[in-house]
């Protein structure tokens, strides 16, 4: 009996999210990577709330609440990277008060997913300037924010593949410096 209330407590928190943002079920379907008719199910209870920990992860980045808020999730044993510029996307937009739902609408459906996952911490930010300055344009990021960021990002790709930046300092310095007069920074 206590599944039943678990369910209903799951369900219940999100059809009082989709009212209260006045969003459509197709919209937060495509945000959380799922059908339309997963979603129905979901709140209908005709099938078992999730315990998928990337589902429950990606239904508590739309609704801006802690997975664990869900009774239905378990913490993966997998460690969680938590990256600083992840964190601080996530803080501008709490400082500007942007919700989350606001923040997934302004980027093409196809990518919205890719942003949630972002935001949960499963993908780093793009190394695609044109993606890093869609997201910083739409946080109204000056241009140097966004840079500083796309900085950051490609070192990390660089060490990450086995680059040594203090031994390659003066290749590092000039490609980035080309980069900075190429975007005009």
Known sequence: M???????????????FLEKNSLHKK??????????????????ETIP???RSTT??????????NPEEFEEYKIPQEPVLIDESIEFIKETLKQKKMSVVNFLKAFPRKKRVYIVDMLRGAYPLPIDFKELNMIGETLNLDSSD??????????QVLEINGMNLASNAALVNSMLECARKYIEI
């Open 27 to 44: 919209d937060f379907a495509e945000m959380i990577g799922v059908t339309l008719s997963y979603v129905y199910n979901l709140i209908d």
């Open 49 to 51: 709330f999730s315990t």
């Open 146 to 155: 966004i840079y500083n960021l796309w900085e950051e990002r490609i070192k």
């Open 2 to 16: 206590k599944n039943k209330s678990t369910k209903e407590k799951s369900s219940q928190k999100v059809i009082d």
């Open 56 to 65: 429950l992860e990606r239904i508590a980045t739309v609704m801006d609440i």
